[in-house]
């Protein structure tokens, strides 16, 4: 069954589970790790409460989406926590998050896995509506990008579930059983 | 016979690398498809099924629009054979690089090619040594692209084994695919070159990625079914789907010596085969 979420988005995040399919629709905004640390020091472009930040360096042409795959979320560890602090209720990535986050997720917010690689799917379901600190450069600009119905995994959840970290387990525990030393 | 020049070697080589690139940014070969749709229908994991499900979609999409697989487009790398009555000139390797930068302006592609320390990006796609040119004789006059992303090629291993460790090779491919998790965005598709020298090892690993993918052998079949069982799946999130196929490739190596490299590509196994015109 698939969820269908819309931005700004509330506590029908807290119902989700990982490993949940859920669409989403509406604004999200993409940062990288430069527009963390600008919005660390200055504040926020756009309103943190409800918002879905997107780990992205997108590629934009004459105002429309070119190529808007995720990035690795891994790199944002420690810089999300004001995020959250903020309001924020979705993180939108590829490959997972920490433990650290996983904490800070909880009760409040989850990460959304973006299937990697999949360029044409994000241009197709993707619109420019703005962008600020352009002068960080096209991939690490903060952009607001309106979705419609972009597919989503549910990776982490706001209960302490974690996909990525249980498969990781998982398959770490199946490799010493093949090949036991 | 006319002998031919080198602007007409340069003018086909760099019209062959152009069209081999768009070919391979925009549509995937169809072995790999083919491997990707019966990924599909044999997988029960949900999560699993909706990530191949939107894999799936993501090609047909840009096969429609015209527009490329996958954002990461890759630097290029490019096998050559050369028939008999062809000359080995520098006109080879500018036609490729000339190729490459009106691939990029045309495609487009992404501008991947940096210095390796300054981080300098020369616009283009080219760069010192930048593309890889592999050149070997063959029948006919043939140039093969193979778009490599970061994402996967940061991920590859090679090993210096010990002569005596021959039963430990499987276990170094599979160890591979376990440490490299998510990262690659499976399913992948392994290339494992064994024996030869250690830059041998690495260059049989990337010719094995040139292989179909609809047959292995009983190793590779070993191997491909050991990695599936580490249960990563598509995107790290789990499912029986890890590894679409292995593909081997061996040379013979010195009595004291044995490199295995293994080169991990993600699942827009991108290449493309085209014949050089003269």
Redesign the interface.
């Known amino acids: 069954m698939t969820t269908h979420l819309t931005t700004p988005l509330g506590d029908e995040v807290l119902d989700l589970q990982a ?1 949940d ?1 859920v669409t989403l629709t509406g604004i999200v905004y993409t940062a990288r790790d430069e527009a963390h640390l600008r919005m660390q020091e200055e504040g926020f472009p756009f309103d943190p409460k409800g918002a879905a930040v997107y780990h992205c360096g ?2 934009i042409g004459e105002n429309c989406v ?4 995720p990035t ?1 979320s891994a790199r944002m560890n420690t810089l999300t926590g004001f995020l959250l602090d903020a309001g924020v209720r979705a993180l939108i990535g ?3 998050m920490n433990d650290e986050v996983l904490g800070l997720l909880e009760g409040r917010a989850v990460y959304l ?1 973006f ?10 379901r993707m619109k420019v509506r703005g962008v600020w600190f352009e002068d960080l450069g096209m991939p690490e600009a903060v952009w607001a990008l309106e979705l419609d119905h972009l ?1 989503l ?1 549910v ?1 982490m959840d706001a209960h302490g579930h974690n ?2 970290g ?3 387990q ?3 525990a ?2 010493v059983r ?2 036991p030393k | 016979m006319h002998r031919v020049t080198d602007s007409q070697i340069f003018r086909a080589v760099s019209d062959a690398t152009h069209k081999a690139l768009e070919i391979a940014q925009i549509r995937l070969p169809e072995d790999v498809t083919a491997a990707l749709h019966a990924a599909y229908a044999a997988e029960r994991d ?2 699993a099924r ?2 191949l ?3 799936l ?3 047909a ?2 096969g429609e ?1 015209g ?6 487009t890759g630097v290029p790398v490019v096998f050559i054979t050369l028939p008999p009555g062809i000359p080995l000139t520098t006109a080879i390797e500018e036609g490729v690089r000339d190729g490459v930068a009106r691939a990029t302006m045309s495609v487009p592609l ?1 501008p991947n090619v940096v210095s390796p320390l300054t981080r300098d990006n020369s616009g283009n796609n080219c760069g010192e040594r930048m593309p890889a040119v592999h050149i070997s004789p063959g029948a006919t006059f043939t140039l093969t692209v193979l778009p490599k ?1 970061a ?1 996967s090629e940061n991920v590859s291993r090679i090993a210096m084994l010990l002569p005596s460790q021959s039963d430990d090779v499987r ?1 170094f491919v ?2 591979t695919a ?1 440490e490299a ?3 690659p ?1 499976p399913p992948i598709i392994l290339g494992v070159g064994i024996g030869g020298t250690f830059d041998q090892s690495a260059l049989l690993a990337k010719e094995a990625l040139l292989e179909p993918i609809d047959t292995m052998d009983e190793f590779e079949q070993q191997i491909c079914d ?1 990695v599936n ?10 499912g029986a789907t890890t590894c679409l196929a292995v593909k081997v490739k061996r040379a013979g190596c010195h009595t004291a010596s044995l490199p295995v490299a293994v080169n991990i590509q ?3 196994a991108r290449r493309a085969t085209v014949e050089v015109v003269l």
């Not at chain 1, 299937?115 to 197709?124: D, K, M, N, Q, V």
């Not at chain 2, 069982?229 to 789990?238: A, C, N, S, V």
């Open positions: 490993g399919r997108p590629v070119v190529a808007a795959g690795t590829k490959g997972g896995a299937t990697g690689g999949c360029a044409a799917l994000a241009a197709s597919p995994t990776g996909l990525f249980d498969v990781a998982r398959a770490q199946e490799f093949m090949f | 949900p999560v909706a990530e499900s939107a894999i979609d993501n090609i999409l840009a629009t527009k490329p697989i996958c954002q990461d992404r992303g994402g276990r599979v160890e376990l998790g998510g990262r965005c050991d069982r580490l249960g990563i799946g598509p995107m790290g999130l789990g993600c699942w827009a």
